[in-house]
């Protein structure tokens, strides 16, 4: 299978491409700034562009089997439309080759699904990410394509571990955090199941 990834230099991305080659795929990385990337192989492309640029983002989608989207919002609390922007721009792509696979790499809490207080309130710290992602996710599932919402909980830097829960309904309980590690793998997993697709799966360890 030939994937591109989205936000390839990010903490998901980085490790979906790392993993993704072990495992034997072709691998695009789209990036803004190629030297953050620092991975390596003989399966591995790496495109320079911008996804805000819709033209960019098309010529580098066409000949791929799927799309991974690791995008991230740099805005912090500030209300921004970056990540429903771009995802556009992906989708767009996506339609313009005829390519149908995508999985989307969100967060807890875009289903207004975080139990408690403590859900409630990191629900309202994250508003304005959450509402930019929600827009994306819209997009993406109104686009006709088949596809994987994932909702990882916190993320942290821990090693892989492939040990973790999934929960279509809502988020596993009793639980905070995901290394990345861990949500590139279910990433990879979900691209190669059918089981997956046109589903939105809340993870966490």
């Avoid at 994937?3 to 490790?15: C, D, H, K, M, W």
């Avoid at 046109?198 to 993870?203: A, C, L």
Wanted: aromatic residues 4%; contains cysteine; hydrophobic residues 40%.
């Amino acid at each position: 299978m030939k994937i591109i990834v989205f936000g390839a230099t990010g903490g998901v991305g980085r490790s979906v491409v790392e993993q993704a080659l072990e495992q034997g795929y072709e691998v695009t990385a789209f990036v803004r700034t190629p030297d953050k990337l620092k991975v390596t192989g003989d399966k591995l492309t790496v495109v320079q562009g911008d996804a805000f640029h819709v033209e960019q983002v098309a010529a580098a989608i066409a000949g791929h089997d799927a799309v991974v989207s690791c995008l991230g919002s740099n805005q912090g609390m500030k209300k921004s439309a970056d990540l429903q922007t771009m995802t556009k721009n992906i989708v767009a792509g996506m339609q313009q080759h005829g390519v149908k696979r995508i999985v989307y790499t969100a967060s807890a809490g875009i289903n207004d699904e975080l139990p408690g207080i403590g859900g409630k309130l990191m629900m309202g710290v994250l508003k304005q990410v959450l509402i930019d992602h929600r827009a994306a996710v819209d997009a993406v599932q109104e686009a006709g394509l088949s596809y994987t919402i994932v909702r990882p909980m916190g993320l942290t830097n821990d090693s892989l571990s492939g040990q973790y829960r999934e929960s279509e309904e809502s988020v596993p309980s009793k639980s905070k955090t995901i290394p990345r590690a861990d949500v590139a793998h279910f990433i990879l997993k979900a691209l190669g199941d059918a089981a997956y697709e046109n589903k939105s799966i809340g993870i966490a360890t």
